[in-house]
């Protein structure tokens, strides 16, 4: 036995969904375990199921001793749930033992054990070699037998002999006022005490479970949800996820060729959580229709929980935009799961989202819309639980999209739940009130891991879906619909205008070419006729030049020769 | 010893009939000495009040352990009066002479 501290704690496994991932692994193997809570939280289920998971996963049989409930009351209680108790009670696999004390029928007469219970349990171990016990609940005793001394005693040598059976046992226990349990059993049953829950918040019921502690290991310690339902127990081990996800690089389309222009030509990525929020009307619930209707004829699988319209409705709306829900529907490529908020707690439907989506299997999920879930202040509590959907589905690489509807007052970019870091791809959608209008606007707030458009598209829900239009941007503001209209009608005016101007001016400056070209001709044609008239008054000067010189040579001659060499130094002396 | 017992037992039980047979069940783990203490006085009552009109069965749950749940044994030892009606079971090692009439019904619970 000592040895069991030193290696790890051995544990067997209850096959109850989720309850063995908290615990890593189970309750602890041949060690009897205290589950305990109030009235009708699901002790006795509990302790069914881990006996009948016991019998059908890991063939370990197992005895169910009841102090409350008889035989048949239980075989017909766990039905509705889906085991066949008296199928296994036939096959030898569970041996069911009701223990019925009557205060009255009995009289203390002196000293006396409980041995005839260690006995009649010894039997039902041995007879089907039971490896689980479940008693359920012992404290019956303390009402029935009036010793509590003598009871006191013989609980804690039937635990101690439960230990050296070597059974892996569960020992349920009513919740008393300060204590665990009523008696106190938590005193006895020390390795591992389980406490569930059953709360009522405003008007709506949570099951939780703790593991109040679990000797010699580790173990998850917060409050867990856990659901009853047609499958029996399912507890969530949500917050033992973590923030490492598998990342694909896969893009998906989101059904609106222009909104996937605006996400990098390509969509979304694949198991990335999209957020569309906006004011009411605006085009939400278009948007994750678009979504849902590309995806299912890629073939695909669509889970799409409604949380304000029921299925039919919103299959009559979306077909008013041109997209056929139902036809989806009956391939069995679209889930329609349409609850009310308030139907219940927020940890149930976490728990729903949970089962349906392991149901399901789908590859896109759509939550329409959130917000309703924020009604009261439970803010905190409405946001960690999307923590732990987008978490659950990033884990399985599903795509999400929620809606949420944002108040006109708010802060556009403040989604209704604060949900906003938890999203991948952020896509607002807003109403721009213009000249008697309303108009819807659409942005990518963020989008990570994409180069998105910055750009504000004008939405237009069409009777062929939703088509998005570039919108105006000027001086004036974001411009949309007949504003838009107008504001581009005026523009075109402009652009005319300019190009008639340009035109104009063309002609001005050619009709200016042509005027100098001819003032140049004309200078040109007066040029010449000065040119010739001076090139004549030259010939003329020159002519008169070598007639004076012809006449200065003969004159010389005339006079006579002596005087040739002065001639020739006047000569020298003009020129 | 009749007398004494008819007057005590005045509109409760009546012992002293022919017809009447006591049928009492012991059931007891073993010889261990709370059985045997018991068994010693069971058979000391019946003998001083049932006029020899009763059989004692013991049961030994440690050989018979399938037995014990018929009877929805608990505690140990145990005597249940199967006759007559209706069953009654008492607890103990019967030492408390007084609080086994009463819960033979053989005096009436004060």
């Known amino acids: 036995m000592d040895n069991d501290f030193i290696k790890a704690l051995p544990k067997s496994l209850t096959g109850i969904d989720g309850f063995d991932e908290i615990t890593l692994g189970g309750l602890p193997k041949g060690r009897p375990t205290l589950v305990c809570g109030a009235a009708g939280c699901g002790k006795t289920l509990f302790g069914i199921e881990f006996l009948v998971r016991g019998v059908t996963q890991f063939d370990e049989p197992g005895v169910f001793m009841s102090f409350e409930e008889t035989k048949e009351e239980l075989v017909t209680n766990v039905a509705s749930l889906g085991f066949d108790l008296q199928d296994l009670i036939d096959k030898k696999k569970i041996a069911l033992d009701h223990v019925h004390i009557e205060r009255s029928e009995i009289e203390e007469t002196g000293e006396y054990d409980l041995e005839g219970l260690f006995i009649r349990l010894g039997y039902a171990i041995d007879s089907i070699g039971a490896k689980r016990v479940v008693l359920d609940t012992i404290e019956s005793l303390f009402s029935g037998l009036p010793n509590q001394l003598i009871l006191r005693a013989e609980l804690r040598r039937l635990f101690r002999w439960l230990k050296n059976k070597g059974v892996t046992a569960i020992i349920t226990g009513e919740r008393g006022d300060d204590t665990l349990t009523r008696q106190g059993l938590e005193e006895y049953v020390s390795d591992c005490v389980i406490f569930l829950d059953h709360r009522v918040n405003e008007q709506t019921s949570t099951r939780r479970l703790r593991i109040v502690k679990y000797r010699g290991t580790v173990h998850g310690t917060n409050e867990y949800p856990f659901l009853i339902d047609e499958s029996g127990f399912s507890v969530l081990p949500v917050t033992s996820l973590g923030l490492n996800h598998i990342v694909s690089n896969e893009r998906i389309p989101s059904g609106i060729p222009a909104l996937d222009k605006m996400l990098e030509g390509k969509g979304y990525y694949r198991g990335s959580t999209v957020l569309v929020s906006g004011t009411a009307g605006v085009g939400k619930t278009s948007i994750a229709a678009h979504f849902a209707e590309a995806a299912c004829k890629r073939g695909e699988r669509v889970l799409y929980f409604c949380f304000e319209e029921s299925p039919n409705q919103l299959i009559r709306n979306m077909l008013s935009i041109g997209i056929d829900l139902e036809t989806l529907q009956q391939k069995n490529l679209l889930k329609f799961q349409a609850t009310r908020p308030t139907f219940y707690g927020l940890e149930m439907h976490l728990a729903v989202t949970h089962k349906a989506v392991k149901a399901f299997k789908p590859d896109i999920v759509i939550f329409d819309p959130i917000n309703t879930f924020a009604i009261s202040d439970k803010e905190m509590e409405v946001k960690t639980m999307f923590m732990r959907i987008v978490d659950f589905l990033k884990a399985n690489q599903i795509t999400a999209l929620f809606t949420s509807l944002t108040s006109n007052k708010s802060i556009l970019e403040n989604s209704a739940v604060g949900l906003s870091s938890l999203i991948d791809t952020h896509i607002l959608l807003r109403d721009i009130e213009l000249n008697g209008e309303l108009n819807r606007g659409m942005y990518v707030l963020k989008s990570r891991g994409m180069a998105n458009s910055n750009q504000i598209r004008e939405f237009i829900l069409t009777g062929e879906g939703v088509e998005l239009r570039e919108v105006y941007i000027g001086a004036k503001g974001v411009l949309t619909g007949s504003a838009r209209i107008a504001q581009e009608a005026n523009e075109n005016a402009d652009l005319l205008n300019h190009e008639k101007e340009i035109e104009r001016k063309k002609r001005e400056l050619d009709r200016k070419r042509k005027i100098i070209e001819t003032q140049i001709a004309a200078l040109h044609a007066e040029f010449g006729a000065e040119e010739s008239e001076a090139i004549l008054m030259i010939e003329i000067e020159q002519d008169k030049l070598r007639r004076l010189k012809q006449d200065k040579i003969e004159m010389a001659k005339s006079r006579n020769v002596i005087t040739d060499n002065r001639t020739v130094n006047n000569r020298r002396g003009i020129l | ?110």
């Open chain 2, 1 to 110: 010893m009749t007398g004494n017992s008819e007057l005590k037992t005045k509109g409760v039980n009546q012992v002293d009939t022919e017809s009447d047979l006591w049928v009492l069940r012991l059931y007891v783990a073993g010889q261990s000495p709370k059985a045997m203490t018991a068994l010693k006085n069971l058979k000391m009552i019946c003998e001083e009040q049932l006029n020899g009109k009763f059989t004692i069965e013991v049961i030994d749950l440690l050989i018979n352990p399938q037995l014990g749940a018929d009877d929805q044994i608990l505690a140990l030892p145990t005597l249940v009066r199967k006759l007559p009606v209706p069953v009654r079971k008492i607890i103990g090692d019967l030492s408390n002479t007084e609080r086994v009439l009463v819960g033979l019904d053989l005096l009436p619970y004060k």
